[in-house]
């Protein structure tokens, strides 16, 4: 019998293909995605390439200074590989191990509901059981698996690079009020017909502690159709801080 899921939790590696350190951590990445190591928890991972790499010989293809952005507002300590679980706990981005005990501890904690329909203008997502949070942000990240790069300079020159669940676009799609314990609303999701293996994620932050309320993931078939029900699904040591390489 498979167990029930106490919780989805959300993993989000800041990484760059400028950066040596991080193909182990993005190898990671695509373990949790495939195996989903921890039992009772629903690992959902994205994968988002910072930009203050790009000017140290390669400029990774699928980097936006987004990223780096929302790296930063997790705090002071920036470096590459670096996974935040749910919002609230750094770990080295290679470190399989270190991240899924961060995730079931994450779990321990009320998480609530989100639910993605797709529907002909986009999805409809409905959030349910939220409790105790500040004003809070539902954002909807479309993700793409498959993708390779080959690196001609910089420090991973030479390689060949595969990604899951890069972030193609991340986007709020709406908020909900301090101590609301349900929300829902029909949003718009970005195309574009270069994303040949596109997914979309949903997931509310608090606003105030970044802790991750609720997270959920629409698996999209190759024909580009919403899939029935959501999808289940030690390397390097870490590059120094932002302020190191950063322009």
């Known amino acids: 019998m498979t167990p029930l899921l106490a919780a989805a939790v959300l993993v989000e590696l800041f990484t760059s293909e400028g950066c040596s350190s991080c193909p182990p951590a993005d190898a990671v990445l695509e373990q949790l995605q495939r195996e989903q190591p921890v039992p009772g ?51 080295l981005g290679s470190d399989r191990a270190g991240i899924a005990r961060a995730a079931s501890s994450a779990a321990r904690d009320p998480h609530g509901t989100l639910e993605l329909v797709r529907t002909p203008k986009g999805v409809r997502i409905s959030v349910g059981k939220l409790s105790g949070h500040s004003d809070a942000a539902v954002t909807v990240a479309v993700v793409e698996d498959g993708l390779v790069s080959k690196v001609t300079r910089g420090e991973n020159a030479g390689r060949t690079l595969p990604h899951t669940a890069v972030v193609r676009s991340l986007r709020e799609a709406g908020r909900i009020p301090a101590g609301a314990a349900q929300w829902s609303a029909e949003v718009p999701v970005p195309v574009d017909v270069s994303w ?52």
Not at 52 to 80: C, H, M, V
């Open 41 to 91: 928890v629903e690992l959902i991972v994205l994968s988002e390439h910072v930009d203050y790499w790009n000017d140290l010989g390669w400029k990774d293809p699928f980097s936006d200074a987004l990223f780096s952005e929302r790296q930063s507002a997790y705090g002071s300590r920036i470096y590459t590989p670096q996974a935040i679980v749910d919002g609230r706990i750094d770990v």
């Open 196 to 247: 040949k293996k596109a997914r979309v994620i949903a997931f509310v932050q608090d606003g105030r502690s970044r802790h991750i309320l609720a997270a959920g993931a629409l698996q999209e078939r190759g024909d580009g159709a919403a899939a029935d029900g959501e999808q289940r699904r030690e390397g390097d040591q870490a590059h120094g801080a932002k302020d190191a390489h950063a322009p």
